[in-house]
């Protein structure tokens, strides 16, 4: 875990500054986060004036405001793209646990909800510097995906992995384990280490999917090769796996040849639904592939996966799904994309055109796919747990990771996948492993009676 910064020594406060740039900041901060005794954090100016709760000895972060308009580019208009810009950018900083900072989304929204609220945040904001510049003219963004026909058309799809995914695979090196897993590993106590936890979320996932040699196996989003590879090595079985990266399927390819499995894996630059369903398979598997699918193709999604499908055979799909409880059905999320712009931000610069569904939507189109749901186990911890994993590891190589890409796309990451584990943490997102068998003649259905027999 991110250790708690101790405080230095109080400084002056703004309280009582005459700067009337100063004094409109600290007049917005209250606003904004409540009086300073109220908070949890410190923040420090750009001139080292800092806030601090005199009650607390250590904070689990402070909130560098890098330069006279930075409130003003965060909060106005307010909105989480807003804020998330305003970082990327730079014009602030969290020094400390960063996942702590993305935990005050929520309570900054409801603060700015209030009419009164904005009414007199606005004149505060508005005294301070204007500063220009746009937060996507550092980075690469999904500009342009239009121009490749509707949302989820085999070519925008295409080209909307290659933005996620080709940002480099020495990046993803850098804070992956040595498997290259981009998933939730599997953590039995929550204190192992990241590569063991990934070994043990594919051997949970072979186990899952009761694999034994001879088998043939298909993986939707294969990624860098890591679970074919495993379910070659050490379940005997015959692997295909396809992704829409060119860069993941050459650096999976060197790795099979490397561990001398080129006659059990193969692995294909192929679209999951140009698979003719010529070639059947025993088993198939999808993780983390399923959130690029988009709500309205998740029947079409399911309904190849049994067409590829031998009769009898299993599908283990593991994936993010989004919370349908409250506070976060779905009435409640239109409301924050809507109003907060809430998911701008992962699909403006992480994830172009992605989409979740609730868990009862993907039940209900795998059924209508033709397959029968026999296990689902929610998994969210899980993920938490390995996020808090890689933001540790992005930010120990923070200046070779700003090498190999930019500062701009070092802030993006470090952002998404702390704000995804505190999403994880509350409830917010799921990650669900979904179990599903096409049923044989008379109702084979493939699996044991009980999860516990072999």
Known sequence: ?????????????????????????????????GPVESRTFAVRLWDGTTEQPTSLDSVPFTLVLRHPGALRRMFLPPSELAMAEAYVRGDFDVEGDVEAATALGDPIADRLRAPATLAHLTPHLLALPRVGGRADEALHQKAGLDRLGLQHAPERDAAAIRFHYDVG?????????????????????????????????????CRKLRLTPGEQLLDFGCGWGGLIMHAAKHYGVKAMGITLSGAQAAFARERIAAAHLE?????????????????????IVSVGMFEHVGRAKMREYFAQACQLLKAGGLFLNSG????????????????????WKRGTFIDRYVFPDGELVPLEQVERD??????????????REHYAITLRHWVRRLERHRDEAIRLTSDATYRVWRLYMAASAHAFSI?????????????GAGGLAGVPLTRTTP
């Open 320 to 339: 993010i799904v989004e919370s349908s409880r409250p506070p976060f059905n779905r009435w409640h999320g239109w409301v924050a994309r809507k109003v």
């Open 263 to 283: 006659e059990q894996c193969r692995v294909e630059v192929r679209d999951y639904r140009s698979l003719s369903g010529a070639e059947q398979f025993d088993k």
């Open 427 to 439: 409830g917010r997102l799921g990650l669900v492993h979904v179990l599903f068998t096409k049923p």
């Open 1 to 33: 875990m991110t250790q708690p910064q101790v405080l230095p020594p109080r400084e002056n406060s703004l309280s009582t500054t005459s700067d009337p740039v100063l004094r409109a900041t600290h007049d917005a901060l209250t606003l904004i986060f």
């Open 169 to 205: 695979n020495d990046f993803y090196a850098l804070w992956l384990d040595s498997a290259m897993m981009y998933s939730g590993a599997y953590f039995a106590t929550g204190t192992e280490d990241l590569d063991s936890a990934q070994r043990a979320k594919l051997d949970y996932l």
């Open 366 to 379: 795998a059924a209508a796919g033709g397959l029968e749901t026999r296990d689902v186990e929610e998994l």
